[in-house]
């Protein structure tokens, strides 16, 4: 059986390695054995990253939320308590758009939300 030779395939693997490596720094952008390395570290940061942003930006509303909430004289806890109860379904990446945008909005939600804890 004759020799397969794959000089052809594996230069076009680390062809495209090297080129995934660009903009890294020193011999990780030309070495094919440290881009190698840096390449998959830098993918899977991103994969990692990518799942992380949903959390990041749901900590964000909350922290909006919570803070326009407490100059309504409420709780981030019993503002949502109470919206829940007033059968209320705005999600927190909306109300967080309320409070920075539209304060009176965001006012009228969080007295409904005071009436349905008190009534």
């Known amino acids: 059986m004759p020799r397969a030779k794959g000089s052809v395939?594996?230069?076009r693997?680390?062809?495209?390695?090297i080129a995934q490596a660009k903009?890294?720094?020193?011999?990780?952008?030309t070495l094919f054995k440290q881009a190698n390395e840096s390449v998959m570290h830098a993918l899977q940061y991103a994969y990692n990253h990518r799942r992380e942003r949903k959390r990041d930006f749901r900590r964000l509303?909350?922290?909006r939320i919570n803070a326009a909430a407490h100059l309504?004289?409420?709780?981030y806890s019993k503002l949502m308590s109470g919206l829940k109860r007033a059968q209320v379904e705005i999600d927190r990446?909306?109300?967080a758009d309320l409070a920075v945008r539209?304060?009176?909005?965001?006012?009228?939600?969080a007295e409904t939300?005071?009436?349905a804890l008190t009534g």
């Open 93 to 95: 990446k909306l109300l």
């Open 72 to 75: 309504n004289d409420i709780s």
């Open 113 to 115: 939300a005071k009436t």
């Open 23 to 29: 903009g890294h720094r020193a011999g990780r952008h």
């Open 61 to 63: 509303w909350i922290t």
């Open 102 to 109: 539209d304060a009176r909005a965001f006012a009228a939600l």
């Open 9 to 11: 395939t594996t230069r």
């Open 13 to 17: 693997r680390r062809k495209k390695v």
